[in-house]
């Protein structure tokens, strides 16, 4: 019973191609987030959606697009793919408007981008 | 603008000795302060949060807002207390902004 699920766990893939990640919750929240963990184990917010509506885009690529057709999934849509896109890739959901409430976390993607 | 600062990427202390891993944040209004913690091959979790102002596995934090620090403290440490630790900050509406990650490794 995996509260906040990611399908892939691991992804290698070459320059330019288009990949998705997935990613699902169970605990009936309404916010969802992608953090992207660089190399250096920095964790930077990338986007947040509350009841499917996009709250935060912080400055990413429109190579990345996030899609959350309900509540409980957000996905990770990633076009022509660069070799700096290599990292992992964590998915979160969180209960309400505030981003006070605790965050869970899925158990990652690590994308590799040869 | 808000930001998180840890200082140490890496803290080695031996079992049973005193640990604190320090943080410190830059943000004009009122915050929400938290550790998270990730130990090997487990998923990133909360370990405790400013506003519960709970101990959790022996850790506490105060906020400190003169100083703008939220350090993480133990006083004796446990092997098990090995993991990549994580301050975050919450200032708004959805945006939790994390420091940049402390190791910490307990020495047997």
């Known amino acids: 019973d995996t509260a906040v699920s990611q399908t892939p766990k691991y992804l290698v893939t070459q320059m330019g191609n288009d990949k998705s990640i997935k990613c699902e919750q169970n605990?009936?929240?309404?916010?969802m987030y992608w953090y992207k963990q660089d190399s250096k184990k920095f964790l930077k917010i990338m986007f947040s959606y509350n009841n499917k509506e996009l709250i935060i885009n912080e400055t990413v690529p429109n190579r990345f697009s996030p899609k959350s057709p309900d509540k409980a999934h957000l996905n990770l849509h990633i076009n022509s793919l660069e070799l700096g896109d290599s990292a992992v890739y964590f998915c979160?959901?969180?209960?309400?408007?505030?981003?006070?409430?605790?965050?869970?976390f899925g158990p990652g993607t690590r994308l590799t981008v040869l | 603008a808000q930001r998180v600062t840890q200082p140490e990427k890496l803290l080695s202390v031996f079992k049973g000795a005193p640990v604190e891993l320090k943080c410190n944040y830059s943000?004009?209004?009122?915050?929400?302060l938290f550790w998270y913690v990730q130990y090997s091959r487990q998923r990133l979790q909360l370990l405790l949060r400013h506003i519960s102002r709970e101990s959790i596995k022996g850790f506490t934090a105060d906020l400190n807002k003169g100083e703008t620090s939220f350090h993480l403290k133990k006083p004796f440490a446990q092997e098990e207390d090995s993991a990549m630790y994580y301050c975050a900050l919450s200032g708004g509406y959805q945006k939790v902004t994390f420091g940049t990650g402390t190791k910490l490794q307990v020495i047997p």
């Open positions: 943000y004009s209004g009122s915050p929400e």
């Open positions: 979160a959901s969180s209960q309400g408007g505030s981003a006070y409430n605790e965050q869970f």
């Open positions: 605990l009936g929240h309404d916010t």
